[in-house]
């Protein structure tokens, strides 16, 4: 019971967030999110026994990890008064193989229910000084702040322990933690075994997030470098934290942003491309690898793109059903087809993908979640022009891509061999269980799609979607819509279920920055990378088994639906309310996981590990 | 007097390049003008009779349904003829071809027993309209619009800074206005908007 006391009155602390009487500096694992009063917010309250996760009965800090990952906690310092203050964390390794990035924490005022949340984290230096209450952040009583500590590992670093410290210094006051940080033989897979990918729309919200960027040269800023920059950066920010990035290039009526698409003349059979200007220094880089290569991850050609190609593009619609419609996609593809590959850009597939409804009124045929059966037609007929338009022999992937939901099952058994990646809505693909087996069989590759969870669901929320993507047994997972925070993420947030990054264009930064939900999801896949890893030593449905009973004491049933009566009936009778009620099994077994529940899975990874060693 | 030409084509040839289009009040007069002239040749070619077989009847009953747990009922059912609708189509995309500068032709439908609301039946490549809210099914009548539809006059319209509108009416084989066509150009088009 005595060694228990300290434990007992930290957690106290931590979780009344009061009795500070003078300066402190608390580690937090990564899972609890301390507001700026030191309460841990009440999303992650209900794990708040995690608190004293990270302390041996020296009260050092004990972190572990696998090389070729990070490993991530939170420091918290608070001042009982505003005042000036120092943080300086450090874990020396005189290899180098050991490197420490820290992030203040912004605390994001959230109008829904009128609280603080830290999410948006700011890249600063390992010995930061400031004073409290931060002056940016503008919380009027702020008396703690948060910071996010990420530790890189290197692939090659020695295993072993290391020492560490993380100091406060507030006037007189020298507070010291010690940290023992210790590596782990293994080394953490560089293949995820879930695509995690961050969609978004054009690029004229870029403008609107680096307003000041754009604003210093308006009529040319779109052709800019700084424009193109900015761009790759936003691929690096998603691809350093194990996801991948998707900008769509056209509307829903078929107009093409110029930096998406090569510039075309002509029409019928003379219309072809006359510059590859604004596309190569839009996606070279990107295809080729070199936008990264200054980054942990090492250069590396993106694995997916979204193509132009649209009803509108590059075949013109009026002449829909024509010759000359034909003339101009097999014309212009099979120009495309010859620019990649005489660029030897062969790693990276290339999707036609239909993005465009027919409640947009530019085109007469869902190309996105066909709901009419009606319009398969018009995939069978972009299948027939692609096959025409691509020498069989062809190295350059081009995939026919669709996002499929009401007409999911009747699409997989009609579209066979002409659409090849599948991104399914979740809800509606849990009702069809062998899916995923039956369309990686036949070499599909098969996502589902949602969007991030909100600050104010638990820290773990985000973790859900990878987890479910592996149980699954699915490729990847798309979340819809990622870089876009609202007009005020900063003072009047709405929660961020559209944006995993931020702009970082008030720091003084000409890039994003990323998020906590974000760091919670690499560290995700980090995980599920390992776990999946050990599937030759253990079967991976017991891996699988464990990994969800260890989340939220769920069985691998939980994850699925039973098939419901209305699937077999034809799609255009189904209405959304009853694909609730149909899906209502997983949403309840599922819903809300406690902060702890990945933080749990993560000490089932590292036991597995020990194991194998 | 050659010197004095190449200075100004060339001087002419580089705001055209950068893409500045700095353009004159008269220039909006004939951009107006010209899309009177679109406007006015759309006017006699739209077959109305055509454009009343766009939209299904599925369509037009979930049109204005609310389901408070089913916030898209309404976009889920929404639904076309794509014969009718492509042989429209095709008609306004090559009206639009008759300005000498980026247009579009759009079309309009009043609907049926709702007055005062008018939806959006077709859009085209530039993706510029002066009155639809991006993603709206349907939505109130402007003033102009009613006065297109009752008068079967054109009527222009410069209501959004640098737009120019002009509605006409689209007629069926009755005689009935049945609709409306927007021919529809920016004094500076935005190469980016609507990307989305």
């Known amino acids: ?613 | 007097m050659k010197i004095v030409y190449l200075i100004v084509l060339t001087v002419s040839l580089m705001f055209a390049m950068l893409g500045v289009p700095k353009l004159s009040p008269d220039a909006s007069v004939d951009m107006k003008r010209e899309l009177d002239d679109v406007a006015r040749v759309g006017s006699v070619v739209v077959d109305g009779d055509v454009c009343q077989k766009i939209v299904t009847q599925r369509a037009k009953e979930f049109l204005f349904a609310k389901d408070p747990r089913d916030e898209f009922l309404a976009g889920d059912n929404y639904d076309v003829d794509d014969v009718a609708f492509n042989t429209v189509k095709k008609t306004l995309a090559r009206l639009s071809h008759l300005s000498s500068f980026p247009a579009d032709v759009n079309l309009w439908m009043p609907i049926e027993g709702h007055p005062g609301k008018i939806q959006l039946v077709i859009r085209n490549k530039n993706e510029m309209s002066q009155f639809w809210n991006w993603g709206e099914l349907y939505g109130d009548m402007v003033p102009q619009m009613e006065t297109a539809l009752k008068t079967e006059q054109r009527v222009t319209v410069t209501s959004k800074p640098g737009w120019i509108s002009v509605l006409a009416p689209v007629h069926n084989s009755l005689g009935d206005v049945v609709g409306l066509i927007e021919a529809v150009s920016r004094i500076k088009v935005d190469v980016h908007e609507n990307v989305k």
């Open chain 1, 1 to 613: 019971m005595a060694k228990q006391a300290p434990f007992l009155l930290l957690l106290l602390m931590v979780v009344s967030g009061q009795g500070l009487l003078a300066a402190d500096l608390q580690a937090l694992p990564e899972f609890l999110r301390s507001d700026p009063f030191g309460t841990i917010v009440a999303p992650d309250r209900s794990s708040v026994d995690l608190a004293s996760s990270l302390y041996d009965a020296q009260h050092r800090v004990m972190l572990t990890g696998c090389r070729g990952g990070y490993v991530s906690f939170q420091m918290v310092v608070k001042l009982p008064s505003p005042g000036l203050y120092t943080l300086d964390v450090t874990i020396p390794d005189p290899a180098n193989k050991v490197q420490i990035d820290l992030f203040r924490e912004w605390f994001h005022f959230t109008d829904s229910d009128q609280h603080y949340y830290p999410d948006a984290l700011i890249p600063v230096r390992a010995t930061y000084n400031s004073r409290l209450p931060e002056p940016d952040n503008r919380i009027p009583l702020q008396t703690a702040q948060a910071f996010w500590v990420d530790v890189y590992i290197a692939p090659d670093a020695h295993p072993g322990t290391r020492s560490g410290s993380a100091t406060l210094k507030a006037g007189a006051k020298i507070i010291t933690l010690q940290i023992q940080f210790t590596v782990l033989a293994s080394v953490i897979p560089t293949e995820d075994v879930v695509t995690i990918d961050h969609n978004s729309y054009g690029s004229s919200w870029l403008a609107q997030q680096f307003a000041a960027s754009y604003q210093r040269d308006p009529d040319h800023w779109f052709e800019s470098n700084q424009f193109f920059g900015l761009i790759h950066a936003y691929h690096r920010v998603f691809y350093e934290h194990r996801g991948i990035f998707h900008q769509l290039g056209y509307g829903h009526s078929g107009k093409v942003g110029p930096e998406f698409a090569p510039a075309l003349e002509g029409s019928g059979r003379a219309k072809h491309i006359i510059s590859w200007s604004l596309y190569d220094r839009h996606y070279g880089s990107l295809f080729d690898g070199t936008a990264f290569s200054a980054g942990r991850r090492g250069q590396r050609p993106i694995p997916f793109v979204y193509l132009p190609i649209n009803p509108e593009w590059p075949g013109s619609y009026e002449f829909w059903g024509e010759a000359g419609y034909e003339a101009e996609f097999v014309n212009v593809v099979s120009e495309m087809e010859r620019h990649f590959r005489e660029k030897g850009w062969t790693h990276t597939n290339f999707e036609v993908f239909f993005n465009h409804k027919k409640r947009y009124k530019g085109f007469p045929w869902d190309g996105d979640e066909v709901r009419f059966p009606k319009d398969l037609k018009y995939f069978l007929e972009y299948g027939r022009l692609l096959k025409k338009a691509l020498p069989p022999d062809t190295p350059v992937h081009f995939v026919f891509r669709a996002d499929v939901s009401w007409d999911m099952e009747q699409q997989f058994r009609i579209l066979e061999g002409v659409v090849k990646l599948w991104c399914a809505g979740g809800d509606i693909l849990s009702f069809y269980r062998d899916a995923p087996k039956m369309l990686r069989n036949r070499d599909d590759v098969i996502w589902y799609y949602g969007g991030p969870p909100s600050v104010t669901d638990s820290s773990s929320a985000i973790t859900e979607f990878p987890l479910r993507a592996w149980l699954w047994g699915v490729n990847g997972y798309v979340h819809w819509l990622t870089i876009s925070p609202g007009e005020d993420p900063w003072f009047h947030f709405n929660g961020g279920q559209t944006a995993l990054v931020y702009s970082g264009e008030r720091f003084g930064l000409t890039e994003p920055i990323p998020s906590i939900r974000l760091k919670i999801q690499r560290n995700c896949l980090q995980d599920l990378a390992l776990l999946d890893s050990l599937k030759g030593r253990k079967p991976l449905d017991s891996l699988r088994a464990e990994a969800a009973r260890s989340y939220n004491n769920s069985t691998l049933d939980d994850w699925w639906n039973p098939r419901p009566a209305l699937a077999d009936l034809p799609s255009d009778q189904w209405l959304g309310s009853a694909i609730e009620d149909a899906a209502s099994h997983t949403q309840h077994a599922l819903r809300h996981p406690a902060a702890s529940a990945w933080y749990n899975v993560h000490q089932y990874a590292l036991t597995l590990q020990a194991e194998d060693k």
